[in-house]
Structures are given as C-alpha cells and as structure tokens.
C-alpha cells in the first residue's frame, strides 16, 4: 500500500522554514516528501529534504496573464490540468497532504481540489496571512471594478475554473484545512485549524551559513518598486533621506537585502542603487534570509517601509525602522501591516 505523499510549495524564507520545522516536529519519511519551489534556487531549498520540483519549470503557469486574450488563457488551463494529471499519475501515484501559502495560483487550486488531496495545510507567509473576511471582500470590490474595463476579472474566472472563491487566499473547501503559523491572528477564518509555532525556534538554524557577521549591523529593506505609485519622486527623495539618517546615526556601512523580484530585474535594483551612491553610502547587497539575520545576531537594526519584516522582528523581538510613513497611501493603512504598526507603536522606531 502506498503511504500518504507531503507536497509542500515553498516560495520564501518563511515558507520554507515552517516547512522544514513541520517536517522535523512530525518526523515526516523523505521518501513522502516533494518540495515545489518557486521564485527561488534548488539551492535556496537544500535544507528541505525530499525530491525538489522547479514549479514554474514544470507546471509553466501562474494565476494572473494579464495581457493574454481569452484563447491563450483557456488554452493554458487546459495545458495546467493536463500537467497536473500528468505529474500527480508520474510522481505522486497516492493520495497527499498539500501545504501552500494561498490559492490563487491555477495549479495550487488543481491540486488542492483534487479527489487524492486530503488535507490542506496554509502556511504563513507576509501580510496576506492576516487579512480578514472583511478585507478580502473589499479587495475583491476593488479589484472587480478596476478589471471591468480590461476584461481581466472574467479571464480570471476562466483562469481558476469557478473551482474556488475568487479573491480569496484561503478559501473553504471539502476538504480538512490547517494553517501553520507564528501568531495566533494568522488566517483569521474558522474554517482553519491553527498550530502557532514560536518564531524563535523556527528559524534559529545554527547550521546556516551566514555570507557575513551581521553583529551591530544596520540592514535596509528593499521593496519592490516594479510599480511606483504617483508622487514617486517623493518616495526617492524619502529613500535618500533614509539613507542620510543611517549615515549620521549608525556609519557609512549598510547591507541592502533587494526584494525577489528586484534580483531577476536588474534596472529596478539599479535605479536604487544609483541613489545609495550618490548619497557615498558603502553598502554590500545580501541575500541571507533577514529572518535568520533576527535571531542569531545581536543588535540588528533594521530599516524597511511597507512590509511585512516590520511584523516578524516584533516576534523576534528586534525594533525596527520604518521609514516614509507619511506616504503610506489610503489602501496602505487598510492593509495588516499598517494595523500591526498602530497596535504596536511603541516598539517601532518611524522615520519620516
């Protein structure tokens, strides 16, 4: 008899680290295991035992084709299901528990509504962890009335076969849902049982291979700009400031950890990096997870503007810089963590 196979899809340090903290904590057989990753290296997963699929490479698909005609999209579906078949005939060959950080994408959905998937384990991962119903109904209103006139909404429907909620990250299925966590207001949903894991143990990995000492370091957050709001020029001139402040407070020296998406796009990272050097700032980009980065080292300090590290150095009990608050946009204060901010003033350091 086949045993129950675990596919966990990994995209982040997050992600990954409450992979490799489950799989120790229930004693999961490598053999059971498969590892999607995407958005990142083979390499980036190699602390996860298992055999590793490079998602994109063999699934070739993600939720959202803007600019796609309805043809292309139906057509990419149907090529999805047949990928999904395929694999899950060639690789799985039993029934699997599924540990994703969403559902939007086409694929997750296809394994997650299929009859051999029996459980469905979120994982946390960044803000959109704790929204609530509320807030994902008003994104949805706003993001229907925005694809009207692009036609996107209903390529979107097509898109997730009408299998699962549209605009929903976590939706309720048939099927037994779990979440696994750092705080207990993640996956506010009570179709959701929750395990909390202590930040702290999850990712105090002493067997990391650090690229530098990060002892009394200051490190600056990049976001990612693919899209600047308008006023972007003010943003820049935010970015500069910042950038003054670290150098009369802390030294000339400073890490810079680019977002993803800023890796695999050169010109967004240089257009900041141009910045960094007009104000004679020394800096060595970085690609350690700033996770670990907050629990082994001491006296860290972090500076970052819209993200979700503002949260996890609170669990590592490390506070942090946020700076260009005054920017922060409509939308922006409605999101989970500009309300982290206001709830926990007083053990973050605002820059503006």
């Known amino acids: ?100 950080p969403h559902l939007f994408w086409d694929v997750l959905q296809l394994l997650a509504t299929n009859s051999k998937c029996k459980k469905i384990t979120f994982m946390e991962e960044g803000d959109m962890t704790y929204v609530t119903e509320n807030e994902l109904l008003d994104r949805a209103i706003k993001e229907k009335e925005l694809n009207i006139r692009t036609n996107d909404d209903f390529k979107r429907r097509v898109l997730s076969l009408n299998q699962l909620l549209n605009f929903h990250p976590f939706p309720k299925v048939a099927k037994k849902q779990e979440a696994i966590c750092l705080h207990p207001e993640a996956f506010p949903f009570p179709y959701i049982d929750k395990k909390v894991y202590n930040f702290k143990k999850v990712f105090c990995d002493k067997t990391f291979q650090f690229s530098t000492n990060y002892h009394n370091s200051v490190i600056f957050v990049l976001e990612n700009i693919s899209a600047l709001p308008e006023g972007s020029n003010l943003y820049l001139k935010k970015f500069q400031e910042t950038l003054s402040y670290i150098k009369k407070m802390y030294g000339n020296k400073v890490f810079l950890k680019p977002h993803p998406a800023q890796l695999k796009n050169s010109d967004k990272l240089a257009r900041l990096l141009e910045i960094v050097k007009q104000a004679n700032v020394e800096y060595d980009i970085i690609n350690d997870p700033i996770e670990l980065v907050l629990v082994n080292y001491e006296n860290v300090k972090i500076f970052c503007h819209r993200s979700s590290i503002i949260r996890y150095c609170f669990y590592a009990e490390v506070k942090p810089y946020v700076w260009g608050v005054s920017l922060f946009s409509e939308i922006d204060r409605k999101r989970p963590f500009y309300k982290f901010m206001e709830k926990h003033r007083e053990v973050i350091n605002v820059i503006d």
């Open 1 to 100: 008899m086949n045993l129950i196979k675990n596919i966990f899809f990994v995209h982040s340090n997050i992600t990954i680290y409450l992979a490799k903290h489950y799989i120790e904590k229930n004693s999961l057989d490598p053999l059971n295991i498969i590892i999607f990753y995407a958005r990142l290296r083979e390499k980036d997963v190699i602390a996860l035992p298992g055999k590793k699929v490079d998602f994109l490479n063999i699934f070739y698909f993600e939720f959202v084709n803007k600019g796609r005609n309805l043809l292309e999209v139906i057509n990419r579906v149907c090529l999805s299901v047949y990928r999904v078949n395929r694999f899950l005939s060639a690789e799985v060959k039993s029934d699997y528990n599924l540990f994703v």
